[in-house]
């Protein structure tokens, strides 16, 4: 009986030990906020990207535009469509 390992709770300083289960602990309380803390950002006025938002809508009607009427082959493709 004298070979028995000690259990690892009184090795281990992280694993609690019966006697501590019993204390409880506060939750965490919440932070207070001021609404002198509080700031509000400024509203951003996103017309400035009109321009580039059309550009980007030209750039993908042209790629469409290039998919439907002028479809990519390879040679491959191109060699079984011949034949």
């Given at each position: 009986?004298?070979d028995?390992?000690p259990?690892?709770?009184?090795?281990?300083?992280?694993?609690k030990?019966?006697?501590n289960?019993e204390?409880?602990?506060?939750p965490?309380?919440?932070?207070?906020?001021?609404d002198?803390h509080?700031?509000k950002?400024?509203e951003?006025?996103?017309?400035f990207?009109?321009?580039l938002?059309?550009?980007?809508?030209?750039?993908?009607?042209l790629?469409?535009?290039m998919?439907t009427f002028?479809?990519?082959y390879?040679?491959?493709?191109?060699e079984d469509?011949s034949?």
């Amino acid at each position: 009986m004298e070979d028995q390992k000690p259990s690892s709770s009184e090795f281990d300083p992280l694993i609690k030990k019966e006697e501590n289960v019993e204390e409880k602990k506060e939750p965490p309380q919440e932070p207070e906020f001021d609404d002198e803390h509080i700031t509000k950002r400024p509203e951003i006025d996103y017309r400035f990207l009109d321009g580039l938002r059309g550009c980007g809508a030209f750039a993908v009607y042209l790629n469409h535009f290039m998919y439907t009427f002028y479809p990519y082959y390879s040679k491959v493709e191109m060699e079984d469509e011949s034949m």
